[in-house]
């Protein structure tokens, strides 16, 4: 059991090259906004009942998926309301069960960000499109997150995402 963690900021293109991963190793994508839709269903973002929310579904996610064996492909944008424990949490319930978590970051310039923000993908997911909010966002410390590990990185700028899904496809092809 695998779960290939594909984090990085905004607009660095997590679902677009997700997607194409999960296609080529067919395996599912559990996509960030689906827990974030959820919870944002029933909570303004950030709220404490909003991380909780956003949380359990992450957690169960992972510990059933690892239960039962099931790859898959995570994307994440690090930002300042998620508790970073919460990410060992969700490695240690898959390695409990003998799976294995493959963190891979995503690089992109914060001039790339900001001309990706209006892309209709991300509007399509209710995803952030305002540039003044992101940099307002910014500013206040809300993208502040510790590193995470990675096994590979990746600059978005100068791979398309078709290429950046393959470099991650054939790096989990690679003996470990």
Same mark, same amino acid.
């Given at each position: 059991?695998?779960?290939?963690?594909?984090?990085?900021? +905004? /607009?660095? @293109?997590?679902?677009?090259?997700? *997607?194409?991963?999960? =296609? !080529?190793?067919?395996? %599912?994508?559990?996509?960030?906004?689906?827990?974030?839709?959820?919870?944002?269903?029933?909570?303004?973002?950030?709220?404490?009942?909003?991380?909780?929310?956003?949380?359990?579904?992450?957690?169960?996610?992972?510990?059933?998926? +690892? /239960?039962? @064996?099931?790859?898959?492909?995570? *994307?994440?944008?690090? =930002? !300042?309301?998620?508790? %970073?424990?919460?990410?060992?949490?969700?490695?240690?319930?898959?390695?409990?069960?003998?799976?294995?978590?493959?963190?891979?970051?995503?690089?992109?310039?914060?001039?790339?960000?900001?001309?990706?923000?209006?892309?209709?993908?991300?509007?399509?997911?209710?995803?952030?499109?305002?540039?003044?909010?992101?940099?307002?966002?910014?500013?206040?410390?809300?993208?502040?997150?510790?590193?995470?590990?990675?096994?590979?990185?990746?600059?978005?700028?100068?791979?398309?995402?078709?290429?950046?899904?393959?470099?991650?496809?054939?790096?989990?092809?690679?003996?470990?």
């Amino acid at each position: 059991m695998q779960v290939v963690f594909i984090h990085g900021p +905004a /607009a660095s @293109g997590k679902h677009t090259i997700g *997607t194409r991963v999960a =296609e !080529a190793l067919g395996i %599912p994508l559990f996509h960030n906004h689906l827990a974030v839709d959820a919870a944002l269903a029933l909570f303004e973002f950030g709220s404490s009942g909003f991380c909780r929310l956003r949380a359990a579904i992450w957690s169960a996610a992972f510990a059933e998926a +690892a /239960a039962a @064996g099931r790859s898959f492909v995570f *994307t994440f944008h690090p =930002e !300042a309301s998620v508790d %970073p424990a919460l990410i060992e949490s969700l490695t240690r319930s898959v390695r409990a069960h003998g799976g294995e978590v493959v963190f891979v970051e995503l690089l992109c310039s914060p001039e790339a960000i900001v001309q990706r923000l209006d892309q209709p993908s991300r509007h399509r997911f209710g995803k952030l499109t305002d540039v003044a909010l992101y940099r307002s966002i910014e500013r206040a410390g809300g993208f502040a997150f510790p590193p995470l590990p990675s096994s590979l990185r990746i600059d978005t700028e100068a791979h398309t995402p078709e290429q950046s899904a393959a470099l991650i496809v054939a790096s989990l092809r690679e003996p470990r």
